[in-house]
């Protein structure tokens, strides 16, 4: 079966946009959804000691771990343990230095 020679520049013209990949498509979306992870943390400094509190609204398992930095130079700057924050999850860490807190963090890693 021949095409007619109308037809033949539309029929190679759609091969070539299907042979396309999903990312070179004029249709494809260009804005990606962002990746849904991480707990919200906020934290509070009452002297010396530190506690923070993590809520994961999201359906991948995070692990928080709480940082502190302390002000003087001999006083030991601490790394808490990994705690794993489940879905709609809240969980508590803590921490302290023996005298005066600089700075505070969590991080966040993907179980």
């Known amino acids: ?11 190679v013209a759609a091969v070539l946009l299907m042979s396309l990949p999903q990312e070179a498509s004029p249709h494809a979306r260009e804005d990606k959804a962002p990746d849904l992870f991480g707990a919200a943390c906020y934290s509070k400094i009452t002297g010396s ?8 609204p ?16 001999w006083d030991v700057d601490s790394d808490g343990a990994p ?13 302290r230095c ?3 807190v600089r700075s505070v963090w969590v991080s966040h890693q993907k179980a």
């Open 58 to 73: 999201y359906p991948d398992v995070d692990r928080v771990r709480l940082h502190i930095e302390c002000d003087r130079w």
């Open 83 to 95: 705690v794993e924050a489940g879905p709609a999850q809240t969980v508590r860490l803590d921490g």
């Open 1 to 11: 079966m021949r095409l007619s020679r109308s037809l033949a520049p539309i029929a």
């Open 98 to 100: 023996w005298k005066e």
């Open 49 to 56: 000691r530190v506690t923070a509190y993590c809520h994961n």
